[in-house]
């Protein structure tokens, strides 16, 4: 699978998972791509994939506890790419774009 590829999969996965009276769709949004951004960063940070969700809940994350699940989830198709493709990319920002443009 390509590099772009797998970019456009991970982005068709942004879709909102708030609950309508518990938190705003931007906020939602803000969140995922929180938790992207965090996978990417430990990503360079030559985490290992299997102490992934260990080490982001190391740095204390400001998201709601519910939003660690994606780690697990995300984490793999990211672990896909080569550093140097997430090098010159901002996952956090596509992804919330993505998410905040779906219905």
Do not use: H
Request: hydrophobic share 45%; with cysteine.
């Amino acid at each position: 699978m390509t590099r772009f590829a797998l970019l456009a999969t991970l982005v068709a996965f942004a879709t909102p998972t708030f609950a309508a009276d518990e938190i705003s769709k931007e906020d939602d949004c803000a969140y995922q791509a929180d938790v992207v951004g965090a996978i990417q960063t430990a990503r360079m940070d030559r985490v290992r994939e299997s102490k992934l969700a260990e080490a982001i809940a190391a740095t204390e994350p400001a998201w709601p506890e519910q939003y660690n699940n994606a780690i697990t989830i995300l984490g793999g198709p990211i672990y896909q790419l080569k550093r140097r493709d997430l090098k010159g990319i901002d996952l956090s920002a596509q992804w919330k774009e993505a998410c905040l443009s779906r219905e």
